[in-house]
């Protein structure tokens, strides 16, 4: 049933029926206040319901509105005021800042003023006609009140007070009730709280690959027994997370996970973001160069879609990827530094039945390397004749001792040498060579 208030002839009613109002302002379960966003609307229709009397409402323009505690009567500045209780406590309807924050429309031939009245009302409206208003019998006006939002701990009951002042009507002969001098009236509100109001439950990736490690943020708002996470929305039990949180998961299959939200006597809701997991690709996978100097870095880009991780071999690991623009496509990109004459980096990523690879191989071109190195001695009546032939590609510096003989390669990256030596103990060959970019060969070789 709609609530309505009679002032004399004029009958005020909610329109719509809907006289509640949620909270904007919740305790959560650990105590600790949120606040909600929400747009109530009121909506109050002013009807004329006398048989044969039509209103008049008469403002003179530009003039001053009286104080809503004058009692004196003004003629021709018919007014009706509205106002809510105002303040911090809980038999406040809403707090000053947020009656600040309403918007109040009306009717065209009228209009709203509002009034900021700290000491006394807090806040209050005026509605006037804009020029002589004639509201005939059945006749009605509207006024509605938007960006409305109240306060407190508790559900209750609160009211908003309608004052109606100095509004004529059309009879000649002036008596008591010929004029709504003073008229008061309240209509009643409901302060409640609001069902659980999740304010995200978000993940900023709607399809991701298998293994790819998505993050879920959630805040819900609302004095709840309980919060929890199901990874499925069919499972149960599920884990116990606070109302506001993220947390990462690892996919192994398309999911849909739920927010499950306890209130009350164990009333239950449910939020859900699902994730859908699709099978990879490497669309591309490529090296800016294929051919280097020794030391010299190299980058790796690779360009994957359904999946926003890869691994690489040569003890690299795992590597992350990031979307492009609106492609659906995903990119990253390494540096490595091989140290090899040739190596091979393979890219690879799990499909749903198999791994998915691809690779390229970097080549070296100016590598230190051993292409030959021939060391050995033959008994030959009493004493060792010692052989020695080497080969040594990319070599800017070379060093072949032998105790007792000393450097045998005279500085040069091919030859060979021989030498004797009557001592049964095997001579030992030092070798150390040094290549562009400080590449460095080092051993020691024995001729048996």
């Not at 993220?246 to 859900?272: C, P």
Request: charged content about 20%; proline content about 4%; overall charge negative.
């Amino acid at each position: 049933m709609e609530n309505h208030v009679c002032l004399g002839s004029l009958l005020v009613c909610w329109s719509g029926g809907d006289s509640s109002i949620i909270s904007q302002s919740v305790t959560t379960a650990d105590n600790a206040y949120q606040t909600l966003l929400v747009n109530n609307q009121l909506r109050l229709r002013l009807t004329n319901i006398s048989s044969d009397k039509t209103l008049i409402f008469a403002f003179p323009e530009g003039g001053v509105l009286p104080d809503i505690e004058d009692t004196t009567a003004h003629a021709n500045y018919a007014r009706i005021y509205f106002y809510f209780p105002v303040g911090n406590g809980e038999e406040a309807f809403l707090t000053q800042q947020q009656a600040e924050t309403i918007v109040c429309t009306t009717s065209p031939g009228w209009e709203v003023r509002q009034v900021l009245d700290i000491g006394r009302h807090g806040v209050y409206w005026a509605l006037i006609p804009q020029d002589e208003v004639a509201l005939a019998p059945e006749d009605s006006a509207a006024v509605q009140f938007d960006q409305l939002a109240c306060s407190g701990e508790l559900e209750r009951m609160s009211l908003l007070t309608i004052l109606a002042k100095d509004i004529d009507t059309d009879e000649q002969d002036e008596g008591p009730n010929s004029s709504l001098q003073n008229a008061l009236g309240y209509l009643p509100v409901l302060k409640k709280f609001s069902s659980p109001h999740v304010r995200r439950f978000t993940c900023k990736r709607g399809s991701a690959g298998i293994l790819d490690t998505v993050k879920l943020e959630w805040e819900a708002l609302g004095l709840l027994s309980d919060c929890r996470f199901l990874p499925s929305a069919d499972e149960e039990e599920g884990k116990s997370v606070p109302q506001q949180g993220e947390l990462d998961y690892a996919l192994t299959e398309s999911i849909s996970f739920a927010l499950q939200m306890t209130q009350g006597a164990g009333d239950i809701y449910r939020e859900y973001c699902s994730v859908l997991v699709e099978e990879p690709q490497i669309i591309t996978y490529k090296a800016d160069k294929n051919n280097v100097k020794y030391g010299e870095t190299v980058k790796l880009s690779y360009t994957l879609q359904n999946t926003f991780h890869v691994y690489l071999n040569q003890g690299i690991g795992r590597l992350e990827c990031s979307p492009q623009d609106n492609t659906g496509l995903n990119a990253g990109e390494v540096i490595v530094t091989p140290i090899l004459k040739e190596t091979t980096y393979t890219l690879t990523c799990l499909g749903r039945e198999k791994l998915l690879s691809n690779r390229v191989i970097i080549i070296i071109e100016d590598y230190l390397t051993i292409d030959y190195l021939s060391y050995y001695r033959i008994p030959l009546d009493s004493s060792y004749h010692y052989y020695l032939k080497w080969k040594v590609d990319n070599c800017t510096q070379i060093s072949l001792t032998v105790q007792g003989q000393g450097e045998l390669s005279g500085g040069q990256t091919e030859g060979s040498t021989s030498f004797a030596d009557v001592s049964a103990a095997a001579l030992l060959l030092h070798v150390a060579c040094q290549g562009p970019g400080k590449q460095a060969y080092s051993s020691e070789i024995s001729p048996d």
